[in-house]
């Protein structure tokens, strides 16, 4: 086949770009800048070869080398602490941060993302999405244990948004429940600011034993090297066709889909497959191939080994055999994994390829000449530094400056604005708010969504959705588990990049304490706009700034994460939006606390101040305001609100805890009770009194540091003394009712819960059906 | 190399003497999700769970066989209709066809495969809304002398949750009314239809009761804290799909219930 294919050919090799330096070569339609180019021709001493160009090409695009966000990305390298490191068993750079559970058990966790594949085909988009960051996981070692998905759309009522919310929800369980991976969590948003640009990210956690932890590097001269999982084909390299004229045979596909398209089974059985290589130590190191395919996968296993890797590039087995080099190397075909391994475990490899009906081609070996050198039927196409192509891609240090119109923003708050007018205050016109509220766009129950995704499978599911965070058992006997949550608020984050930011952090970190979890680290996916705009350029880098500025502070390193940029219409960006997720250890997973309460009699309280926070809330939005100042940071009350939680539950002091955050105070109660069908009485007078603020604020403002939580009688002495001695503010709101059968609120008109149901749940299906 | 177990593989359980000796095979097939979790209900149950991979010539020593759930080779084709030609499926097919009518159990993906192998009558399709659906499902038992429902009593309602795609169960009038008459319809679906099965059959057995296939998952109600109780909190327990794996032990070990 190779040698029927090499003659449609014009192979543009090492010698012949040497003797022939003045060749046009198209680095401008793959998205280089002549600066770019001109480094690329310095760095080879000649010009590129056609193949070179292309893997320059994807390796120094922005998805790749981080060229505008490295220089601000740096600090979460540099503020960490020896404490934070402490458990921290491999950081930032690898495919996923890995971090120490303890028992010998290890973690391994990342988010992603795959916004405008999902605009584009919102199925494979999505699909794709949660196949990619699954692959980086087990490219650790780990098996993948839990997926999770923020999703952020365009306004509920908008034609379009059904197209992609529909796509994405379907790509995301189609693929993930076809892995066997329960889906645990995750976020749902609507704002008009989303609709040319959703955010569908990605989050997967794995778990391994300390000894089973992989890298991707390649070492170790004569060890071979192999390609292997689906074949290469045509998907997602759209821009190589400029590259055409490499091509004299005018028969082949003239359009590439710029999206790649997901085969789960073949993933599925990837995974099975890489663990039973992973179990048998039969691989040095392994790499997923995802953005830049083979481009990236070896030029990063070269650069991060000790040698240099030569590869026969006629070796890869194609889905379709017009591909020509550049394509090849460029391809984004999914379920694709390369992997050293020495002489001696070849066999054994082969055998478990052949067991799981996995196709495998051998490439090469490792070298010793520190050059990665790719030939096509022996001619040389590429004869590079790998650390050129994989690590010393440009960085720009962009101009940034405070957006002109932020000042204006930021002087329009909520309270008082015509917006404002009106605002509930009666019994009965804070009851229709309530019910508004919880069946508004952001704050309805997701379950539309999440019933569409398997939270069952793998048997480890203790919490999903929608409790605060997602928990998963880890180990069967000690029931050792892990708890996640991902957060961010986009309006917070425009309103003041560097806090809101930390309010995502905040958020997270919560809601992984109020499962009962101790939050051990983060990883982050920065979806922002156009880096070439000074103001989103000042959005990114006050968030990075915010965010490591707060993981210092609460003491929790970020192993890993992903940036996306360019996510604008026209001139117009997203608003900024950092979703963070934080990971927390349980000792034992039958410990976690769930959301709602159940128990007849047991105590509520509220715990933390509540101050005017209504710029930017979910009330505000849906009065159509967004301006003045987000809630106030207070990242050690969050810290002791973390440790009351984490404390109680561990003491067994609390029976429930949801986390107050969008919506406030209403939100939480309606769905505290909701969560188990047990009503409450509640008087909020004490927190009216205390803090200055009347019925409607109490309810709707979101105060950042707050929780509800449920307390049996028994623990209550024991509870509050605790929360006292720790000089945090803590009130008995109410008692839970549960023959009620309603959500009873002094001041407010009472609330069945039938009918706080129908509002909450009725949302989602009345738009998608 | 270090043996350690993989994340998720067999761990020891303390089983019941009386049952450890019953010997249950699970079978993977490519694609297969649910495996480590049956063979963990099987522990939990007390039995003894041992691994069987779709190649295999032989079934070996094992007393009864689950066919779990998942997207045997991806699904693409019909549910199940090329995990039916594996080597050993013919040796479950001939076991259960047996004067010794191996007791198999399959479960939404294996029910699948059940139904592709002739094993038990009808079919399964897309449900009717068109979309997965994963829910804490309540079923009645209405046929408790099956080998897999044998620990329940009759018109007992219980809730394990339920997740698929296709699961719509179809069959000809003719198949229906025979099923409904030598009491094979095993469970229905109460309340609420969740795929459009006809006559709200979530599951059935064949003549002689040893070969039972249902869409919902016994083996994800098994556990306290892992089961539609903890997860959803709808009514129900977490453990109510424990039945299914004490009952085949039972039988197996002959001894009482």
Aim: charged share 20%.
């Amino acid at each position: 086949m190779t040698t029927e294919t090499t003659k449609k050919f014009n192979i543009d090799t090492v010698e012949n770009a040497a003797k022939t330096p003045d060749t046009e070569l198209p680095w401008a339609e793959l998205g280089l800048k002549q600066n770019e180019f001109d480094e690329i021709v310095k760095v080879l001493g000649r010009r590129p070869t056609g193949a070179e160009l292309a893997m320059y090409s994807v390796m120094w695009s922005e998805h790749c080398s981080y060229k505008s966000s490295k220089n601000h990305l740096r600090q979460f390298g540099q503020k960490v602490t020896e404490e934070m490191k402490k458990d921290m068993l491999v950081g930032i750079g690898e495919n996923a941060g890995v971090t120490n559970l303890g028992d010998g058990w290890a973690v391994t966790f990342k988010i992603e993302s795959h916004n405008s594949p999902s605009f584009v085909e919102p199925y494979q988009g999505a699909a794709t999405g949660i196949g990619g960051i699954v692959r980086d996981i087990i490219s650790m070692g780990a098996r993948p244990v839990a997926v999770m998905d923020p999703l952020r759309f365009g306004a509920i009522d908008h034609p379009d948004t059904a197209r992609v919310m529909h796509g994405a929800v379907a790509g995301i369980g189609g693929y993930g429940n076809s892995l066997g991976l329960p889906n645990i969590g995750g976020e749902m948003v609507f704002d008009s600011v989303y609709q040319g640009n959703p955010l569908v990210n990605a989050l997967a956690v794995g778990v391994m034993r300390h000894e089973d932890i992989r890298l991707a590097n390649a070492s170790g001269k004569g060890n071979r090297v192999v390609l292997f999982g689906a074949r290469t084909g045509g998907d997602g390299i759209g821009g190589a066709s400029v590259l055409a004229s490499e091509s004299f045979d005018d028969t082949k596909p003239s359009k590439r889909p710029a999206v790649q398209v997901g085969d789960p089974f073949a993933e599925k059985v990837l995974i099975e497959c890489c663990l039973e290589l992973f179990k048998g130590s039969l691989v040095e190191g392994i790499q997923d191939l995802g953005a830049a395919g083979i481009s990236c996968a070896t030029s990063e296993l070269a650069s991060n080994g000790d040698g240099g890797m030569q590869v026969e590039l006629t070796s890869v087995l194609l889905r379709d055999p017009t591909l020509t080099p550049g394509e090849i190397l460029m391809s984004e075909s999914q379920e694709r994994m390369m992997a050293v391994v020495t002489p001696e475990n070849v066999e054994a490899f082969e055998a478990v390829m052949d067991k799981w009906a996995v196709e495998y081609s051998w490439l090469g070996e490792v070298t010793d000449t520190g050059r990665l050198i790719i030939t096509w039927e022996g001619d040389v196409i590429v004869d590079v530094d790998p650390r050129t192509v994989a690590h010393d891609g440009p960085v720009y240090d962009r101009p940034f400056a405070r957006p002109e119109w932020q000042d204006s923003v930021q002087a329009d708050t909520f309270t008082g604005s015509v917006q404002d007018a009106g605002r509930p205050a009666g019994p009965a016109s804070l009851a229709a708010a309530v019910t508004e509220l919880v069946a508004s766009p952001n704050m309805c129950s997701k379950s539309w969504i999440t019933n569409q995704y398997d939270r069952y499978v793998g048997g480890n599911t203790s919490m999903a959705f929608p409790d605060d965070a997602g928990v998963v058992r880890v180990d069967e006997e000690s029931g050792l588990g892990v708890a996640l949550a991902t957060d961010a608020n986009g309006r917070y984050t425009y309103l003041d990049p560097y806090h809101g930011a930390q309010l995502a952090l905040a958020e997270a970190y919560r809601n992984v304490a109020t499962a009962g979890a101790i939050p051990m680290a983060v990883s982050d996916c920065l979806n922002f706009g156009s880096p070439e705009d000074p103001d989103v350029m000042w959005q990114l880098a006050e968030a990075i700034r915010g965010l490591s500025d707060a993981c210092m502070v609460l003491g929790i390193p970020v192993t890993g994460g992903n940036v996306s940029l360019y996510n604008q219409t026209g001139t117009t960006p997203i608003h900024p939006s950092p979703v963070v997720a934080v990971l927390g250890k349980l000792d034992d997973v039958a410990r976690r606390t769930p959301s709602g309460w159940r128990e007849d009699g047991q105590a509520i309280y509220l715990l933390g101040t509540t101050a005017d926070d209504l710029d930017g809330s979910e009330w505000a939005n849906m009065r159509g305001h967004l301006g003045g100042q987000p809630p106030k940071v207070d990242l050690e009350a969050e810290r002791a609100l973390g440790e009351i939680l984490i404390n109680g539950s561990r003491d067994g002091m609390i029976d429930s805890a949801h986390d107050l955050s969008e919506g406030g105070l209403a939100a939480a109660l309606v769905e505290s009770s909701l969560r188990y069908g047990v009503g409450a009485r509640i008087a909020l007078q004490d927190i009216v009194d205390r803090d200055g603020v009347d019925l409607f604020t109490a309810l709707f403002s979101e105060s950042q540091g707050r929780a509800v939580v449920g307390v049996p009688r028994s623990e209550e002495v024991r509870f509050t003394d605790m929360c006292t001695a720790r000089g945090f503010a803590h009130t008995r709101i109410g008692v839970v009712d549960a023959a009620s059968g309603t959500l009873d609120i002094n001041g407010v008109e009472s609330l069945s819960l039938d009918d706080l149901r129908e509002a909450h749940e009725g949302t989602l299906p009345k738009y998608f059906g | 190399m270090t043996e350690l177990p993989l994340i998720g593989e067999a761990i020891a359980v303390a089983a019941e003497p009386r049952l450890a000796g019953a010997r249950i095979g699970v079978v993977t097939f490519p694609g297969t999700l649910d495996d480590r979790d049956a063979a963990r209900a099987v522990r939990l149950a007390g039995g003894t769970a041992v691994e069987l991979w779709h190649g295999d010539a032989e079934l070996g020593d094992v007393d009864a066989v689950i066919i779990p759930g998942g997207f045997s080779y991806g699904d693409y084709l019909r549910a199940g209709a090329i995990a039916r030609f594996a080597p050993l499926m013919s040796k479950i097919i001939d076991a259960a066809n047996s004067d010794a009518k191996l007791p198999v159990l399959g479960i939404c993906n294996g029910f699948q495969i059940l139904t592709e192998s002739h094993l038990l009558p009808g079919s399964m399709i897309k449900n009717d809304h068109l979309k997965f659906l994963c829910r804490d499902q309540v079923l009645r038992v209405e046929n408790s002398n099956t080998a897999w429902t044998l620990d329940y009593e009759a018109g007992q309602e219980i809730t394990i949750p339920l997740k698929n795609q296709d699961g719509q169960y179809i069959a000809d009038e003719k198949t229906l009314d025979a099923l409904e008459a030598e009491g094979r319809v095993v469970f229905r679906y109460v309340g609420f239809n969740p795929n459009g099965s006809r006559r709200d059959i979530a599951g059935i057995s064949n003549a002689a009761g040893n070969v039972v296939g249902l869409m919902p998952h016994p083996e994800h109600a098994v556990e306290p804290g892992f089961g539609p109780e903890s997860l959803d909190g709808i009514g129900g327990s977490d453990t109510d799909g424990l039945g299914f794996f004490t009952s085949v032990l039972n039988k197996i070990v002959g001894g009482d219930k």
